[in-house]
């Protein structure tokens, strides 16, 4: 789904492992005023999420890439975290995941496409397996 600066907001299709800038397109592409300042173009979108496309004239802070429904990367009733779509932060409150390797778990996502299982978040720089034994509990994919 997209909203804010692009000339088509809603619902569009897309081709498995596509990036914000191929999905600009097929909104119908930018309206005038918007700011691609704090967008990744290059960032790999996945079936479901909402992307924001922000305007010079936004007055508050608006999550770029969210994921409907399943909103902030809580995956369960049980708190467990999707690491494919958890923000900064949630990454943080897990058991020894400081800010620098959370920051390298959402570039590696950004990279690399989405976790296919949870031990795969070992290939992240920062995670070995005695950091994976602490978390594994806590997260799923």
Request: glycine residues 8%.
């Given at each position: 789904m997209w909203l804010g600066a692009v000339k088509k907001e809603g619902v569009i299709k897309i081709k498995e492992n596509s990036r914000i800038i191929d999905a600009i397109g097929e909104a119908g592409g930018l309206t005038?005023?918007?700011?691609?300042?704090k967008v990744n173009?290059?960032?790999?979108?996945?079936d479901g999420q909402k992307i924001y496309i922000p305007s010079i004239n936004d007055k508050e802070e608006f999550e770029i890439v969210s994921n409907g429904i399943n909103e902030g990367g809580v995956a369960?009733?049980?708190?467990?975290?999707?690491?494919?779509t958890a923000t900064q932060t949630?990454?943080?409150?897990?058991?020894?995941?400081?800010?620098?390797?959370?920051?390298s778990i959402i570039s590696y996502r950004q990279e690399k496409g989405k976790f296919k299982s949870i031990d795969e978040i070992k290939n992240v720089s920062g995670i070995g397996e005695a950091k994976?034994?602490?978390?594994?509990e806590n997260i799923c994919v």
């Open positions: 005038k005023d918007a700011d691609l300042k173009l290059a960032y790999s979108i996945n369960n009733e049980k708190g467990m975290v999707n690491i494919n949630q990454l943080e409150e897990l058991s020894g995941i400081g800010p620098s390797t959370a920051s994976y034994n602490k978390i594994k």
